[in-house]
C-alpha cells in the first residue's frame, strides 16, 4: 500500500488529497479543499494552513510521498512569480522536512523541489499538467476542459500527454489554451459590457456589483455551499441577495426591475461566457492537427457539467465524458490535486 498526499496550491482555494494506491488501483481517496486567498490573508498563516489539512488528511497514516503543484504565484501576493514558486515549495519543506516531496512540471514529469527552485518557470502554475497526465492514462488522445472557479484549461492530449502549444500562462492564454473564466470569480464586465433590458441591450457598470458565482447560482447550476467565494457585497447566497446583486449591474434595485428581467440578464451573461469559452475550443481545434469533432472531450472542474459539457454539446463533439466518473465529484473539482496524489503513487510503484 502507498499512501500519498497531492496538493494544488490556489490563489483562492487550496486542494489536498490523500490517495491509498495498492496494486495499481485507487483504494481510497480524500478531497480536502480550504478558502484561503492568499492576497487578502498573511502569509505567515500559509504554513498553519498546510499542517491543518496534511492533519486531517493523513489522520495519522504514515505518508510514503508528497507532490505539489501551484497557481498561487501568479496572484498578487507576490511581486513575481519566483518569489510566489519559493515561497510555496519552501514552505512545504518547513511543515514536512521528513516526507519526499516531488514537484509536477511542464516537461511533464515530476521534479525535485530543488530543481524546482533553479527552473521555477517549469512548475509555475503547471497544475493542468497533473491533470492531463492523469487522464492521458485512461483516454490517450482528447481535449480536457477544466472550468474552475477563475479560469478554463483547455489542454488537448496526446498519446497521454499533454499537446499544448503554450507553457506559461501568457502563452496559453495567446493560444486559446486558457481563458480568465470561471463559474464563480469572473466580474460580469469580463464577459459583456450590455445586457438586455425593456427591449434593448443596456450598458452595465463596470463596477464589482455582481459575480458570475450570482448568474450561475440563479440558473441552479451551482448550490450555495458549491459558491465558495466571497460574494461582492458581503451579503448572503441566496436567491435573492444574488438578483439584488446582479439589478444593481445596471445600477437598478429589485424595486425597479423584476425577477424576470433579472433572469433574463443572467441567462444572457451565461449565453456569452458560453460563447467566450467555445471561441477558446474553436482556436485549439483550429492550431492543432489531428483534433476534430470526433476526438472524445474530457469534462472535469466545477463547471464541468454547465460550462464545459455545454460548450462541447453546442460544437457537436460525439464524445464527452465526465471526469467524476472516475474521481467521483469532489475529486473531479480538485483534480489537479487528486491526479497529483495518483501519479506519484504510480510512480513510486503503486504497491509498496
Not at 478554463?152 to 473564466?181: A, C, F, H, M, S
Not at 472531450?297 to 466545477?302: D, F, M, P
Amino acid at each position: 500500500m502507498t499512501n500519498v498526499l497531492g496538493f494544488d496550491i490556489g490563489g483562492v482555494n487550496i486542494k489536498g488529497a490523500f490517495v491509498s494506491y495498492a496494486s495499481h488501483q485507487i483504494t481510497n481517496l480524500e478531497i480536502r479543499s480550504n478558502y484561503y486567498p492568499m492576497w487578502q490573508s498573511p502569509l505567515e498563516k500559509f504554513p498553519k494552513i498546510l499542517r491543518k489539512m496534511i492533519k486531517e488528511l493523513a489522520a495519522n497514516r504514515p505518508i510514503d510521498a508528497l507532490g505539489i503543484t501551484m497557481t498561487a504565484e501568479v496572484s498578487d501576493a507576490y511581486r513575481t512569480k519566483l518569489e510566489g514558486v519559493t515561497h510555496i515549495l519552501t514552505t512545504f519543506e518547513k511543515v514536512e522536512p521528513k516526507i519526499r516531496k516531488k514537484v509536477i512540471s511542464t516537461y511533464n514529469k515530476f521534479i525535485s523541489i530543488e530543481d524546482s527552485l533553479k527552473d521555477y518557470l517549469a512548475v509555475a502554475s503547471a497544475n493542468w499538467v497533473a491533470t492531463a497526465m492523469f487522464v492521458g492514462t485512461k483516454i490517450p488522445k482528447c481535449i480536457l476542459v477544466d472550468i474552475g472557479s477563475t479560469t478554463t484549461d483547455i489542454i488537448p492530449i496526446v498519446n497521454g500527454l499533454p499537446d499544448t502549444i503554450g507553457k506559461t500562462d501568457p502563452d496559453r492564454l495567446l493560444n486559446g489554451e486558457l481563458l480568465y473564466t470561471g463559474i464563480l470569480r469572473a466580474t460580469i464586465p469580463s464577459i459583456v459590457h450590455k445586457v438586455p433590458l425593456r427591449g434593448v441591450l443596456c450598458p452595465i457598470s463596470f463596477e464589482k456589483f455582481a459575480l458570475l458565482a450570482d448568474v450561475h447560482l440563479l440558473l441552479n447550476h451551482i448550490t450555495p455551499v458549491e459558491y465558495t467565494c466571497e460574494t461582492a457585497d458581503g451579503r448572503e447566497k441566496t436567491q435573492q441577495d444574488a438578483l439584488a446583486r446582479l439589478a444593481r449591474i445596471v445600477c437598478a434595485d429589485t424595486n425597479l426591475l423584476s425577477e424576470q428581467e433579472i433572469y433574463a440578464m443572467a441567462d444572457y451573461i451565461y449565453q456569452r461566457q458560453l460563447d467566450q469559452i467555445r471561441d477558446s475550443m474553436t482556436q485549439v481545434l483550429k492550431t492543432h492537427e489531428g483534433y476534430d469533432l470526433q476526438t472524445p472531450v474530457v469534462v472535469t472542474g466545477l463547471g464541468g457539467e454547465s460550462l464545459a459539457k455545454k460548450v462541447a454539446d453546442q460544437m457537436g463533439f460525439q464524445q464527452i465524458m465526465d471526469l467524476e466518473q472516475e474521481l467521483g465529484y469532489q475529486g473531479s473539482v480538485a483534480a489537479p490535486a487528486a491526479a497529483i496524489a495518483i501519479l506519484l503513487a504510480e510512480e513510486l510503484g503503486g504497491s509498496s
